[in-house]
């Protein structure tokens, strides 16, 4: 919950009226300032994903009627140095919601967020639903292995659950380890930015049409496996290219090479081309991006504030 998608979804629950718990490890409140103006709102329960009788607990207490499942290790890059958190975070404590689901809530509805990083290689094609999970990291394959439980469990247990598959988001105002907004910090702070795969495509997405997602699948009572994309594949090298031009950067972009002290990736693990084709959730549940990547852009380059060095 007070991850970066997961903080923005609480709100957006709180605004609709909502009762809304969030499942939180032993923290100090300044964790939870993600969560602000809303954290006095929201009712906080102590407990770990990775330990299945606090997460049966936390299910039989709250009795929800619908589960986010957002929780999870998500930085790609860190999985190849340190795999095992990944599986036990991301895998494991999936299996442990599903079956404090199935064993002590089978009529709660179970909305999990997958990504598309489980397609791993695919062909330069927009990717559907029904293409084969070649996850190309540790990380990928822990998702897709909580992915396809989830399904599984759907199936055996009866779990009603809709699992989204989700492009790159961006966004973050905190958080400047992810491409975005590396590139807009380093650019405002007017250091040299550097991007590693320059060629590669991606189909980047603004934190509200993620976050909408969320939303219209709360309100449908579809079941299934949902890619969500917003239809605008680009180069890493054309977005760092349109941020200069939003911050009036002028110092040097390095091609083919990654920041001083970036954590080793396997050449072999990089997947060149990552779109989704999301015509199934724009069919079934309506859901459609309502930002631009200009515009998303453009909002987080305003926001100078945000990236200054605190």
């Not at 890619?227 to 090298?237: A, F, K, Q, R, Y």
């Amino acid at each position: 919950m007070t991850g970066f998608i997961g903080s923005q979804l609480a709100r957006q629950l709180i605004e609709q009226d909502h009762d809304v718990y969030g499942l939180v490890r032993h923290v100090s409140r300044s964790t939870l300032r993600t969560l602000e103006p809303v954290k006095d709102r929201i009712r906080f329960i102590e407990g770990d994903l990775v330990d299945y009788h606090s997460v049966r607990s936390s299910v039989e207490s709250s009795s929800p009627n619908t589960i986010f499942h957002l929780g999870a290790i998500t930085p790609v890059r860190y999985s190849f140095e340190n795999p095992f958190p990944y599986a036990n975070v991301n895998f494991e404590g999936t299996m442990n919601l599903v079956h404090a689901i199935a064993e002590s809530s089978p009529r709660t509805r179970l909305i999990m967020a997958s990504t598309a990083e489980v397609y791993g290689w695919q062909p330069h094609i927009p990717t559907p639903e029904n293409a084969a999970l070649k996850p190309s990291s540790p990380y990928a394959v822990s998702k897709a292995a909580a992915d396809s439980y989830v399904q599984m469990a759907s199936k055996v247990f009866g779990i009603k659950a809709v699992v989204l598959r989700c492009n790159n988001t961006y966004g973050r105002l905190i958080e400047k380890g992810f491409f975005i907004e590396y590139v807009v910090s380093s650019m405002l702070a007017n250091q040299t930015v550097y991007v590693g795969t320059p060629d590669h495509i991606r189909d980047y997405m603004f934190v509200s049409d993620h976050v909408a997602a969320y939303s219209r699948a709360l309100e449908s009572d579809k079941e299934g496996v949902f890619n969500v994309s917003p239809g605008n594949p680009i180069s890493n090298m054309e977005v760092a290219r349109k941020i200069s031009k939003l911050t009036g950067f002028t110092g040097e972009i390095v091609a083919g090479a990654y920041p001083p002290g970036y954590p080793t990736r396997p050449i072999a693990c990089d997947t060149d081309y990552i779109v989704l084709d999301s015509s199934k959730i724009r069919s079934e549940l309506k859901w459609k991006p309502a930002v631009t990547l200009d515009e998303g852009l453009t909002d987080i380059a305003k926001k100078r504030d945000g990236f200054i060095d605190e």
